[in-house]
Each structure stands twice: as C-alpha cells, then as structure tokens.
C-alpha cells in the first residue's frame, strides 16, 4: 500500500492540474497523505472522525470545514480562518490557535484541554460542555 501513495498523489496532481479534480479534494487528499496543509484551502472540508494529531494547519482556509469527532491533539491552527467550523466533539487537547479566526465556530462537547488561544478572534465561538482546563488566552 505505501507504494501506491507516490502513484496515487502524482494521478490527484495530474488531474488538477486538467481541472477534473477540485483543488479543495485535492489539499483533503495531501492532507491525509502528510498531516500538512499550510495555507491551503480546505473551505467545506469533510474531515469528520479524521486521525490528524499533530496536524500542521497554520494559516489554511477552513471556513465551515467538519471536523466534528477528529483527533486533532496537538494541531497547530495558528493563523488559521476557522469560521463557522465544526469541532464537536474533537480531541483538540494542546492544539494551537493562536492568531486564528474562529467567528461562530462549534466547539460544542471537544476536549481543549491545554489548548492555546494567544490573540484569536472567537467572536460568537460556542463553547458549550466543551473541556477547557489549562486553556490559554
């Protein structure tokens, strides 16, 4: 299986580049590839239940992404436009949002715990039964 992926990225890159892929399935599917999408554009992303601890996201575009149930421990969102994503129920314990915009995003029942919030714009987040110990503002 793992040499399939330098066969299966080249056949997603090739068609992009056609235009027979949207560039938004096309950074899911490198995301999954390498937990990194820095600055991509992730906009109405279904990524709900995703494995992705440790995930580089800083400065990506995820307006009303689903990432409800996700494992995101330890995800760097630094920079990031969260608006009106979905987090319920995400692990997103140490994860990083430092300078992120998360207006009208769903925290709803996610873990927190130890996660960074240095300089982000939370107004209207919900945060309800959401886990916040250690949390940082």
Avoid: H, W
Avoid at 16 to 43: F, S
């Amino acid at each position: 299986m793992c040499k399939l992926k330098p066969v299966i990225s080249a056949l997603v890159f090739s068609l992009i580049a056609t235009g027979q892929v949207p560039a938004e399935e096309a950074a899911e599917t490198r995301l999954l590839e390498t937990n990194k999408c820095v600055e991509c554009d992730l906009n109405n992303a279904e990524l709900e239940g995703a494995k992705l601890r440790r995930a580089d996201f800083s400065g990506a575009y995820l307006y009303r992404a689903n990432l409800e149930y996700a494992d995101l421990r330890g995800a760097n969102f630094t920079g990031a436009d969260l608006s009106n994503a979905r987090f319920r129920g995400a692990d997103l314990r140490n994860a990083i949002f430092n300078g992120a915009i998360l207006k009208y995003t769903n925290f709803g029942n996610a873990d927190l715990s130890g996660a960074s919030f240095v300089d982000a714009k939370l107004r209207g987040a919900r945060f309800a039964n959401t886990k916040v110990d250690g949390i940082q503002f």
